[in-house]
């Protein structure tokens, strides 16, 4: 379900924009324009989407255009043209009456300098826009204790900001917001103001916070590297254009031009491939519910393997070695039951590559990887895991 649509977005500064219309028709670049004109051009031509429960980052150099489209979203600033609709209303059609009630009900913002007021406590900065909607005191008080405690901070509820180090302060900021339960969160740069571990703690923050509330988050980030950990999809623009939209594996293995192949070179793309992208299908399994020793080792005889992954309903039950089952064949034992091994190690399907290496050392069998339902998937040895990620980056270049 669409949250949010973006249709032919234009901004333009400067009192004719119609006349600067015609120049960006002809091809003419921002910078000349603003020569020419005195026009600043901001945002050009931008059509994307924003699903329910999704976080997409919008991301760029300084002076993309990034933090202005966002802001047009809510309307902080009035579009110069286009559309945009959020669930299923044109907030560009709306009076300023129905803006503000509108940003009450649906939005919740986060910015890079955290916005709060020094005379205030936590607790009465996270009520603030609940104030203003003009909620009963007991409510409010409640619902940004909840809020607070989301973040992280119960215990300094009556602190001032003064008394906060700069990443607590982005988590009562965070707090505001979420105090407003609003289902789509804006957050402008909202981490970038952070030294680099603190900055890392928020993201892994936010990352937890969506996994509960599953909120539909539009996020602006200059940093690649943030925008490949927050988001579902990445919009990176360049001079008020968007020049590519997609997943991080789609932009950082297929980039739309040379400008953005230079914008991901440096990327670890061992950290952005999943095990999903390096997996192999298992060559041969065992049923647990009909496979017995003399079976399981018929099947690794057809692979010349000298181990077997067992399943049961779809879902992985262990490991069956030849010796073993050769052993419990000997025995006169017909079931897996008393063989079947737990030392084999599972990953989910969306397990960075990165992180694979460590858990492959001295392992006797592959990784197994499950997906979301928990089911058998495919297999990751080392040969498939370097050949995929060789693979990738040759493809990047």
Known sequence: MEKIRVENLYKIFGPDPENVMEMISRGETKDRIMEQTGHGVGVVDANFHVNQGETVVI???????????????NRLID??????????????????????????????????????FPHRTVITNVEFGLEVKQMEKEQRFKAAMSAIEQVGLKGWENSYPAQLSGGMQQRVGLARALALDADIMLM????????????????????SLQEKLKKTILFVSHDLDEAIKLGDRIILMKDGIIVQ??????????PAND???????????????????????PLEVSFYETDGPKTAMRRMASTGSDYIFVKKDWKLSGVVTIDDAAKARKAGDMNLDNIIRQDHVTVSTDKPA????ELMTD???????????????????????????????????
């Open 354 to 357: 990165n992180e694979l290496f």
């Open 188 to 207: 402008d740069e909202a981490f970038s103001a952070l030294d680099p571990l603190i900055r890392r703690d928020m993201q892994d923050e936010l990352l």
């Open 259 to 281: 400008y953005v192949a230079r914008f991901v070179e440096d990327v670890d793309m061992s950290k952005i491939i999943t095990a999903e992208n390096v997996m192999l299908k």
């Open 363 to 397: 392992k006797p069998y592959p990784i197994a990887v499950l997906d979301p339902e928990n089911k058998f998937v495919g297999v990751i040895t080392k040969t498939s895991l370097l050949t995929g990620l060789a693979e990738t980056n040759q493809g990047a270049q």
């Open 59 to 73: 991301m760029g150099l300084s002076g993309s255009g990034k933090s202005t489209l966002i802001r047009c979203v």
């Open 79 to 116: 579009p110069s043209f286009g559309k945009v609709i959020v669930n299923g209303k044109d907030v560009t059609a709306l009076s300023r009456e129905e803006l503000r009630q509108f940003r009450q009900e649906h939005f919740g913002m986060v910015f890079q300098n955290f916005a709060l």
């Open 245 to 254: 939209e997609g997943t991080a594996e789609d932009i950082l293995t297929n």
